[in-house]
């Protein structure tokens, strides 16, 4: 199985800060990386998928970029709707696997 | 606009078998893979099972095979998630989630799940 190494685990952040969470793959998944946004009590919303892209309708201050075993998640400028728990997901192969996830919080 | 709801959650004792349902609208269903992903309370997610449009293709996480088995009725856009022989630690909340192809594996729309309780 892959296995999907995400840091931190949790951060504190402000309105207004830059934001960037790792994801680290056991095994070269090339772009197969997606990056999901939940809030408590709420499902999953997709945020990024293969990597950089940005899904239809989700803001631009989130990017994701990288390939390969490393991957970086960011926000530009954290607004308030943003504290949640984000994950990393891998689709090379199967089992499908998620990262431990990043709680950011204020 | 893409809707998906989940039914069939509750609580069951070790060993006993349950039935969740997920009600599609809003997309072609027949086009699209289908997904059951679970989150143990307070954990992350997991994912479970998935199916092609066609169902030619379904795929099951080792945790799971041979006591779930995931089905779709495209003509009455609707996916299952049959659960037998359940454990302590299949209790989580499980959403189902749509994929654009059983290869192109991003979940773009999740439903809001139905928990799912296994105790004595």
């Known amino acids: 199985d892959i296995q999907m190494t995400q840091s931190p685990s949790s951060l504190s952040a402000s309105v207004g800060d830059r934001v960037t969470i790792t994801c680290l793959a056991s095994q070269d998944i090339s772009n197969y990386l997606n990056w999901y946004q939940q809030k408590p009590g709420k499902a999953p919303k997709l945020l990024i998928y293969d990597a950089s892209n940005l899904e239809t309708g989700v803001p631009s201050r989130f990017s994701g970029s990288g390939s390969g075993t490393d991957f970086t998640f960011t926000i530009s400028s954290l607004q308030p709707e943003d504290f949640a728990t984000y994950y990393c997901q891998q689709y090379d192969d199967l089992p499908l696997t998620f990262g431990g996830g990043t709680k950011v919080e204020i | 606009e893409v809707q998906l709801v989940e039914s069939g959650g509750g609580l069951v004792k070790p060993g006993g078998s349950l039935r969740l349902s997920c009600a599609a609208s809003?997309?072609?269903?027949?086009?699209?893979?289908m997904h059951w992903v679970r989150q143990a309370p307070g954990k992350g997610l997991e994912w479970v099972s998935s199916?092609?449009?066609?169902?030619?293709?379904?795929y099951y996480a080792d945790s799971v095979k041979g006591r779930f088995t995931i089905s779709r009725d495209n003509a009455a856009n609707s996916l299952y998630l049959q659960m037998n022989s359940l454990r302590a630690e299949d209790t989580a909340v499980y959403y189902c989630?749509?994929?654009?192809?059983?290869?192109?594996?991003?979940?773009?729309?999740w439903g809001q799940g139905t928990l799912v309780t296994v105790s004595s």
């Open positions: 989630a749509r994929a654009p192809s059983i290869t192109t594996l991003f979940f773009q729309h």
């Open positions: 199916i092609s449009g066609s169902s030619d293709y379904i």
């Open positions: 809003g997309f072609t269903f027949s086009r699209n893979s």
